[in-house]
């Protein structure tokens, strides 16, 4: 083989890692919705790193045990029954080395007397790392889509743009 073969191959086999990671980082994103939705509070927490936090206008959970309580109490149960889907759109996704951030949009929509409704949209900022168990989120940070600038921030600096 010649030097020339050989640095195409490395260079293919760099991009399919690089696109395997993005994959894998997408695929773990989007999990979450169809989990939460169908009340996996345990397969929810999963996605995080065991110290990964969750930080929502509403409510900052750390750690596992307080993201599946999130997923148990409160409205949740509610919601799940009366059909709920949390639509997390494609992300945006970086990867650099063992790290990874991704930012995007999600939407709650809920259903209710009057049939189904808009509850959020929402821009996501997420922070992921390689471990041993693969990928997993160390943080999302999620702001309501509501003319506050800090939404509009996240999605900025997750694309690496100044704001």
Do not use: F, K
Not at 54 to 80: F, L, N
Not at 116 to 126: E, F, G, I, K
Request: aromatic share 4%.
């Amino acid at each position: 083989m010649s030097d020339e073969q050989g640095a195409r191959i490395s260079d293919l086999e760099e991009r399919l890692a690089r696109l395997e990671d993005e994959r894998a980082v997408t695929r773990l994103i989007t999990a979450y919705g169809p989990l939460v939705d169908a009340g996996c509070a345990d397969a929810v927490a999963a996605l995080w790193a065991p110290d990964g936090v969750y930080d929502v206008d509403e409510i900052r959970m750390e750690g596992r045990e307080q993201i599946a309580a999130m997923v148990r109490s409160g409205r949740h149960p509610r919601w799940i029954a009366d059909g709920c889907a949390h639509v997390v759109g494609p992300p945006h996704v970086t990867v650099e080395g063992d790290e990874a951030v991704a930012v995007g949009h999600s939407l709650m929509v809920v259903h209710g007397a009057e049939g189904h409704r808009l509850r959020r949209a929402t821009a996501n900022h997420w922070r992921l790392q390689r471990g041993s168990a693969g990928w997993q989120v160390t943080s999302r940070t999620s702001r309501v889509l509501d003319g506050r600038t800090e939404s509009p921030a996240l999605l900025a600096e997750g694309m690496g743009e100044p704001r």
